[in-house]
């Protein structure tokens, strides 16, 4: 399973991208994450459906203490294949 998300809020410049990176990798999910030119950040993330619910759960509650999420977009995608998590 892979999800696409757009996460909004205080969500650039706090650490976002990093903690999202190694989240993913602690719990051995694919995919990559990147800033957004219009404030929000981009993320694709992949593999199986509890551990991807879990990650997101995190994500929403805020992975540190400087990233307030107010709000994710996540639509489900087909697998891709990602073989790591990147930041870009």
């Known amino acids: ?37 219009d404030g929000t950040v981009e993320l694709e993330v992949e593999g199986q459906e509890e551990k991807l619910q879990y990650y997101l759960k995190q994500i929403e509650d805020g992975l540190n203490k400087f990233i307030k999420v107010e709000r994710m977009d996540v639509e489900n995608k087909e697998d891709y294949g990602y073989d790591t998590f990147q930041t870009k």
């Open 1 to 37: 399973m892979r999800k696409h998300v757009i996460v909004s809020g205080s969500v650039q410049g706090v650490g976002f991208r990093n903690a999202a990176n190694k989240k993913a990798k602690e719990m051995n999910l694919t995919g990559w994450v990147q800033n957004k030119a």
